[in-house]
Every structure is written in C-alpha cells, then in structure tokens.
C-alpha cells in the first residue's frame, strides 16, 4: 500500500480509537446512574437505553473500526511485529489495547447484568472503574508517540 494509503488508515484508526474511548468514557458514567438511581425505575428504565444504544450503535462500531484499521496497518507493515525493527513500543501498545479489549468486553457482561437488574456492583464500584479507560489512554498515547523502547 502506498505512504497515503497507509496514512489514511492511520488518520481513519485515531478517528475510530477516539469515538470508540469517548463511549468507553461515557458507558461506564451511565453504570453509575443506573446504580444510584436504581430506586427511580423511570429513570432507570431510560438509562437502560442509553446504555444499550451507547454500546450497540457507538462502541462496537467504533471498536471494530479500531481494530480492523489497526490490523490493516500491521497486514501493510508486518516488519513492524519484529522488535528489532520497531523497538518494544508496539508490542507495549498492543499489550495495552488487549488489556483494554478485555476491560471492554468486561463493560458489555455488566450491561447485560444491568439490564437483567442482577447486577450487585455499587456505584462506587463503577465511580472507579469509569476511570480505567483514562489509565489506558495515558498509557498507551505518550508510548505510541514517544516510542520510548
């Protein structure tokens, strides 16, 4: 592929990286509305929208945008998997963003207990773990930029 064309995965991958964390933001928000309000089932009830549309229409597009984009660039630069070649920092991201998948993944078995009302975590619980996806942004942009190693 040509310099362009791999640019314009590169410019399509942080375009699809950046919807898919901005509802990794605001999904796990939502879990601490549901679970504060859980007494309020009117407003629980339009959370529980929100949360399904959020996840359905928003995060998995944008997170399968991610990774295809993502494994086209590595498909176009596979001398990049060999650390010899690129140093350690991709195989430090790539560490990361399965990490994050998982966490991810993680968020879709919370909705479906959310909107079964079976789930037990508290708002606090989720007060923390809305935070884990600004950890991995701060993880994994200064090594994408900075190529440290």
Not at 1 to 19: D, E, N, P, R, V
Request: one cysteine or more; glycine letters at 4%.
């Amino acid at each position: 592929m040509s310099g362009t064309a791999y640019l314009c995965w590169k410019a399509f991958h942080i375009i699809a990286f950046t919807s898919w964390f901005a509802a990794m933001f605001y999904l796990p928000r939502l879990f601490v509305y549901h679970r504060e309000n859980c007494e309020n089932k009117g407003f629980v009830s339009v959370v529980k929208v929100m949360e399904k549309k959020l996840y359905k229409f928003i995060a998995l597009p944008a997170f399968a945008a991610t990774v295809t984009s993502g494994l086209v660039m590595l498909w176009d630069r596979p001398e990049y998997i060999d650390p010899s070649v690129s140093g350690g920092w991709l195989h430090a991201k790539l560490t990361l963003v399965a990490l994050l998948i998982a966490w991810f993944i993680h968020n879709g078995v919370m909705l479906r207990q959310l909107a079964n009302d079976t789930c037990t975590k508290s708002g606090r619980f989720f007060r923390f773990y809305n935070e884990i996806p600004t950890i991995f942004l701060l993880l994994i942009v200064p090594i994408v930029v900075l190529k440290p190693f």
